[in-house]
T-cell receptor
Framework: GQQVMQIPQYQHVQEGEDFTTYCNSS?????IQWYKQRPGGHPVFLIQ?????EVKKQKRLTFQFGEAKKNSSLHITATQTTDVGTYFC???????????FGDGTTLTVKP | GAGVSQSPRYKVAKRGQDVALRCDPI?????LFWYQQALGQGPEFLTY????????KSGLPSDRFFAERPEGSVSTLKIQRTQQEDSAVYLC???????????FGSGTRLTVV
């Protein structure tokens, strides 16, 4: 079945440094979504990418979808302590109703 | 309602006990999903409904797991004869359509002792 892998598993940064997490799927995706989960909380939807090569920005966050629609990345510029949490990607295969989540990248930010 | 509501928030069950977890999705959301999240891992798909129809139950770990959504709104996930490996957070999510993002509930943390 479809597998979604994320790296790195953990990332520790100093406040103000940049952060990137990468997501790779074993199969071509129809879309990819990104979620943020704060400690003790539930995943919260951030964004969805659909088109090959698509790039979307939300303030300091930049999301990219690969040309082959099998990989994606999330980049945060100048991290803040409010960015702490686990970032998950979730890929939906073609002809699939469900999305498959990666195991996430947990970001900690040292003030 | 304004969000996805799940109950109970926490459940402690003795091994062998049956449990029922409830999910009340956002009004009007056609699609409803159940995911299981173990500590330190991403949510793992269990099953999903479109209205009252269960379209995919391929993620249910065994025949001890059963889900229903009889009237196309509230859903119940039932686990029979619970075992320790069933301990996890059970997340319910709803969405307006296939192409939209999930809105998750706060989850039910199940601990089997």
């Amino acid at each position: 079945g479809q597998q979604v892998m994320q790296i790195p598993q953990y990332q520790h940064v100093q406040e103000g440094e940049d952060f990137t997490t990468y997501c790779n799927s074993s199969t071509t995706l129809s879309n990819i979504q990104w979620y943020k989960q704060r400690p003790g909380g539930h995943p919260v939807f951030l964004i969805q990418l659909v088109k090959s090569g698509e790039v979307k920005k939300q303030k300091r966050l930049t999301f990219q979808f690969g040309e082959a629609k099998k990989n994606s990345s999330l980049h945060i510029t100048a991290t803040q302590t409010t960015d702490v949490g686990t970032y998950f990607c979730a890929g939906r295969g073609t002809n699939a109703g469900k999305s498959t989540f990666g195991d996430g990248t947990t970001l900690t930010v040292k003030p | 309602g304004a969000g996805v509501s799940q109950s109970p928030r926490y459940k402690v069950a003795k091994r062998g006990q049956d449990v029922a977890l409830r999910c009340d999705p956002i009004s009007g959301h056609v699609s409803l999903f159940w995911y299981q999240q173990a500590l330190g891992q991403g949510p793992e798909f269990l099953t999903y409904f479109q209205n009252e129809a269960q379209l995919d139950k391929s993620g249910l770990p065994s025949d001890r797991f059963f889900a229903e959504r009889p009237e196309g709104s509230v859903s119940t996930l039932k686990i029979q004869r619970t075992q320790q490996e069933d301990s996890a957070v059970y997340l319910c999510a709803s969405k307006t359509g296939v192409a939209s993002g999930y809105t998750f509930g706060s989850g039910t943390r199940l601990t089997v002792v």
